[in-house]
């Protein structure tokens, strides 16, 4: 099932026409259950995005093709293919943000998906709410980078063999570049601001996904994990029943 692009725009009382939040961005949904893809599609209508959907992996990867999106909402089980070869497919194109949906709440599942691209992820059962508000923080996260990226900006910040240039949205570790998602990006970067300060998952969430909804803690969760099979299990310390910190080395 493929959904036509709708034109966003709102008419005000005076007549004339305004552009609603998501004006412009184009967001692709992938789920082969009617309703849910449906519902999701109508909601982020609702918000002003422009949406079409695919219902399995092929037409998934044709339309991205075709479409251009500026996100994908890529559910993991798919016909044809799953989504975690439509996320590789596609990202083998042009680089886009992925906001991956899961039925299954396993952590494995969620680690393969982050690792093959996704940059975030829910699992089934959610609300529209909160998914609405995820792809907003995920588009916004997504134009930091790109507006960072032509922004002249002085300093790299040295934690031993981890280096952080905030100006190019690089890291590397022992000299050698490792590539991290926006999302996992800003979670460093929040942990580094305060090295060896433990940051409670409650507000990583807050701060690097602008939810402060405590539900959301599996996913701060997930992406630590991730991040530290990237840089180095070592440099994360867990603190139990409280949250994370960024491990520096001796002064």
């Known amino acids: 099932m493929q959904g036509r692009a709708m034109d966003q725009t709102q008419t005000t009382q005076g007549g004339t026409t305004a552009a609603t939040?998501?004006?412009?961005?184009?967001?692709?949904?992938?789920?082969?259950?009617?309703?849910?893809?449906?519902?999701?599609?109508?909601?982020?209508?609702?918000?002003?995005?422009?949406?079409?959907?695919?219902?399995?992996?092929?037409?998934?990867?044709d339309t991205a093709e075709a479409w251009q999106p500026d996100l994908l909402v890529l559910d993991v089980m798919l016909p044809g293919f799953d989504g975690l070869e439509v996320c590789r497919r596609v990202q083998a194109q042009r680089p886009v943000p992925v906001m991956m949906l899961t039925a299954r709440d396993d952590e494995t599942d969620m680690l393969v998906g982050l690792g093959v691209g996704a940059d975030d992820y829910?699992?089934?059962?959610?609300?529209?709410?909160?998914?609405?508000?995820?792809?907003?923080?995920?588009?916004?996260?997504?134009?930091?980078?790109?507006?960072?990226?032509?922004?002249?900006?002085?300093?790299?910040?040295?934690?031993?063999?981890l280096e952080i240039d905030h100006a190019q949205r690089r890291v590397r570790v022992r000299g050698a570049d490792v590539h991290l998602t926006p999302t996992e990006f800003d979670l460093l970067v929040c942990l580094a601001n305060t090295p060896r300060a433990v940051l409670s998952r409650e507000q990583l969430l807050a701060e690097v996904w602008d939810w402060a909804d405590a539900s959301g803690t599996r996913t701060v969760d997930s992406h630590i994990k991730a991040l530290r099979r990237k840089i180095g299990a070592e440099r994360i310390r867990t603190v139990h029943g409280v949250g994370y910190a960024l491990e520096t080395p001796p002064a």
Do not use: N, W, Y
């Open 122 to 161: 829910m699992t089934k059962p959610f609300s529209m709410r909160e998914l609405a508000a995820r792809v907003h923080v995920l588009l916004r996260r997504v134009e930091r980078a790109a507006l960072a990226a032509h922004t002249p900006r002085s300093g790299i910040l040295r934690l031993g063999e």
């Open 21 to 61: 939040p998501g004006a412009q961005r184009r967001v692709l949904v992938v789920e082969d259950d009617p309703t849910i893809v449906d519902a999701i599609a109508a909601r982020l209508r609702a918000e002003g995005f422009q949406v079409q959907t695919a219902t399995d992996g092929p037409a998934a990867v």
